[in-house]
């Protein structure tokens, strides 16, 4: 595998197309994915991170009010003792590239095939 990518869809949004196509996407890439699920709290991505210890975890949002829970689980992750911490991936119709940085993403993806190549950079393999 060229990594380990947890992925989910933030509390308080429920919707999953956008972030099951990456999901197959980065599976097909060779990428270890482990899904989540819509309507993920904070607890249980950090969770998650702690049992699986990826080198990723992607957070997907569809709806504006739910993307400020991205920099939740970001400054949870900060504020957590994971060493290494996973770099953290962003993505989702209303999310932007500056929208990323501003929360302290380390990755954004505007579709699955950047989010694929943001990956792949993100652990030296791109």
């Known amino acids: 595998a060229k990594g380990k990518i947890v992925l989910g869809t933030v509390k ?3 919707h999953d197309i956008g972030k099951n196509l990456v999901a ?3 599976s097909g890439s ?3 994915v482990i899904d989540l699920g819509i309507d993920v709290p904070v607890e249980k ?3 998650a991170a702690e049992e699986h210890k990826p080198q990723i975890i992607g957070l997907s949002a ?4 739910t993307m400020m829970e991205m920099g ?3 400054e949870a992750l900060k504020a957590g003792s994971l060493s290494p911490r996973p770099k953290v991936m962003v993505g989702g119709a209303p999310v932007t590239e500056a929208f990323a940085r501003e929360i ?5 993806g505007a579709d699955a095939v ?3 190549e943001g990956a792949l950079k993100l652990v030296g393999k791109g």
């Not at 569809?62 to 009010?65: A, E, G, H, K, Y």
């Open 12 to 14: 308080g949004d429920i």
């Open 114 to 116: 950047s989010a694929v």
């Open 24 to 26: 197959i996407m980065m």
């Open 104 to 108: 302290g993403a380390d990755g954004y």
């Open 62 to 65: 569809l709806l504006t009010t």
């Open 45 to 47: 991505f950090l969770a």
């Open 30 to 32: 060779g990428f270890e």
């Open 72 to 74: 939740k689980v970001i």
